[in-house]
Nanobody, 121 residues
Framework: QVYLVESGGGLVQAGGSLGLSCAASGSIFRVGAMGWYRQAPGKQRELVAHITSTDIANYGDSVKGRFTISIDTVQKIVYLQMNGLKPEDTADYYC???????????????WGQGTQVTVSS
């Protein structure tokens, strides 16, 4: 079994900052990549940020320059620092991980339950 546990969501005023973290635990052999997606009401899920185990990161266009993703592959934790938050950043944020479980040689996707981020104007 593999688990992704997110933390750090909440309510913040526009212009403020918030940090998210997501810890992967369970029967994990290797972390390939981790990241964050978000989904606002009535909209499709979109990429926020993604980072590989070798620290190659990419960001959604709407968050570039404001959000920073980092990863600790030993602890299997991904962090998302969100600065300069805007009301349009309001969404449910989902942790994503590309992991190879102990009982398989094939990496697969795992998703967290989501954490809500609300930015008030």
């Amino acid at each position: 079994q593999v688990y992704l546990v997110e933390s750090g969501g909440g309510l913040v005023q526009a212009g403020g900052s918030l940090g998210l973290s997501c810890a992967a635990s369970g029967s994990i052999f290797r972390v390939g990549a981790m990241g964050w997606y978000r989904q606002a009401p009535g909209k499709q899920r979109e990429l926020v940020a993604h980072i590989t185990s070798t620290d190659i990161a990419n960001y959604g266009d709407s968050v570039k320059g404001r959000f920073t993703i980092s990863i600790d592959t030993v602890q299997k934790i991904v962090y998302l620092q969100m600065n300069g938050l805007k009301p349009e950043d309001t969404a449910d944020y989902y942790c994503y991980a590309l992991l190879t479980p102990l009982d398989s040689e094939i990496a697969r996707d795992y998703w967290g339950q989501g954490t809500q981020v609300t930015v008030s104007s």
